[in-house]
């Protein structure tokens, strides 16, 4: 993966997608509104917002799945309405649902992907071959997809989506609802296709993914675009705002911590506080242990994180985070991977 700071100097990279005040509506309801953004050859580019917030909308127009109600959507410079063909020779997408056909192998998936590709026999056949190894599914390449779980369907329709060697790569939530293994794998094939120079596009609503992987990252919400920035300079943005972590032992619950904060989340045995002022924040939970006993087993104070970025610009609380499980339970993306 490329440097994030290599994406600071705009001006000297091509653009390989733009989206250009790009609106859908359905009905009175507005899914997108007047998206606008620009995405570099050869970055990793996260698109960050909750379920609902307009982001698998997004990647159905910027690939042509859909028209746009305004706006235009490009990619290497062409509008994806009016050289549809062309583009998606250059484009792989996997949406979100997969796009499998369980009654066939894996094999003859790829296959069949090739064919609508035009990609030639022979190079199908050596691309099928080193992408199902890369997957790990190449001893089950003669079983139907019917029998594999979720990650492996998931990685198929990644490997489907490569079968041309596209330029560019969209990922609509690549990772949601598969295992850790599954997870690590993915992400591992992906940042690689990133730095042998695909650039990449993906959606999530997971805060760590984003952190971890892109070198820039956009954050949506309701259907708007509310910033845009590498993820570094997008915690500096938010200055002061920091957090607290702490455990006691015995382990309170939530409810009793609450009179302290209502912005509180558990991790673990740990709670994790989001504040504007640590000192009278730590003051009121130093308190709250001597008249309940408890005995403070670690205190720190946290920097800010992107989830604290993302709280902030979304107007959610850290606990609207953990209901919507925008954070893996394994980590809350503070430390990269």
């Not at 062309?86 to 009654?103: A, H, L, M, Q, T």
């Not at 090739?114 to 990609?119: F, K, N, Q, R, S």
């Not at 920035?229 to 455990?247: F, H, M, N, Y």
């Not at 242990?289 to 920097?303: D, F, P």
Request: proline letters at 4%.
């Amino acid at each position: 993966m490329k440097d994030a700071s290599t994406f600071d100097e705009v001006k000297e990279l091509k653009v390989a997608i733009e989206a250009r005040g790009l609106t859908k509506q359905y009905g009175e309801f507005t899914a997108v509104n007047g998206l606008n953004l620009k995405v570099f050859d050869g970055e990793f580019f996260g698109l960050l917002g909750p379920n609902g917030a307009g982001k698998t909308t997004t990647v159905r127009m910027l690939t042509g799945l859909i028209k746009p109600t305004k706006g235009e959507a490009l990619i290497m410079g062409a509008n994806i309405m009016e050289r549809p063909l062309d583009i998606k020779r250059i484009i792989g997408v996997v949406p979100e649902v997969s796009n499998i056909y369980v009654e066939m192998t894996a094999w003859e998936n790829l296959m069949f992907a090739a064919e609508l590709y035009d990609v030639p026999r022979g190079e199908a056949v050596e691309r099928a071959k080193m992408l199902l190894e890369v997957f790990g599914l190449y001893d089950r390449r003669h079983d139907k997809s019917a029998n594999f779980s979720k990650g492996m369907r998931r990685r198929l329709a990644i490997a489907m989506a490569l079968i041309h060697n596209p330029k560019v790569l969209f990922l609509d939530e690549p990772t949601s609802g598969l295992d850790v293994q599954s997870t690590r794998n993915i992400r591992e094939v992906v940042r690689r296709l990133n730095r042998d120079g695909v650039t990449v596009f993906m959606t999530t609503h997971f805060i760590d993914e984003a952190d971890n992987l892109c070198n820039r990252v956009g954050i949506i919400n309701k259907g708007q675009l509310v910033t845009l920035d590498t993820p570094e300079k997008l915690k500096q943005s938010i200055g002061g705002r920091l957090s607290v972590e702490i455990a006691f032992q015995p382990t309170p619950s939530l409810e009793e911590l609450r009179e302290i904060s209502s912005d509180i989340v558990k991790t673990g045995d740990k709670f994790i506080i989001h504040t504007e002022n640590p000192s009278t924040t730590l003051s009121g939970l130093v308190k709250l242990a001597n008249t309940k006993e408890w005995r403070i087993v670690s205190v720190r104070t946290l920097t800010p994180s992107l989830e604290d970025v993302f709280v902030k610009l979304t107007g959610l609380t850290a606990v609207d985070v953990e209901r919507l499980e925008l954070v893996r339970p394994s980590g809350r993306g503070r430390s990269r991977e």
